[in-house]
């Protein structure tokens, strides 16, 4: 059974940074797209960052210069730097996978930036 779990949300700053792992336990986790996703509270889902398998990155243009999406193929790993977070970008963070029909979810981690 695949699972994504995330980790490192929490509480922050305005102005402070976080970096949020994704584990995965994906068989050939290098050929799957992934990214990042957030909700907060009244809104939809959407997409804050995302990687390809063969390294190419889009991001959201509100996280444009402030965050930033890596992976680590052998640690099976996706990681997600946020950096200036500001009260706007709190909200329920979930990582994402896919390979064509493919698609899987963690469970999500907070992040709420506040003084």
């Known amino acids: 059974q695949v699972r994504l779990v995330e980790s490192g949300g929490g509480l922050v700053q305005p102005g402070g940074s976080l970096r949020l792992s994704c584990a995965a336990s994906l068989s050939i986790f290098s050929i799957y797209d992934m990214g990042w996703y957030r909700q907060a509270p009244g809104k939809q889902r959407e997409l804050v960052a995302a990687?390809?398998?063969?390294?190419?990155?889009n991001y959201a243009d509100s996280v444009k210069g402030r965050f930033t999406i890596s992976r680590d193929n052998a640690k099976n790993t996706v990681y997600l730097q946020m950096n200036s977070l500001k009260p706007e970008d709190t909200a329920v963070y979930y990582c994402h996978s896919s390979l064509s029909k493919y698609n899987y979810w963690g469970q999500g981690t907070q992040v709420t930036v506040s003084s």
């Open positions: 990687i390809a398998s063969g390294g190419i990155t």
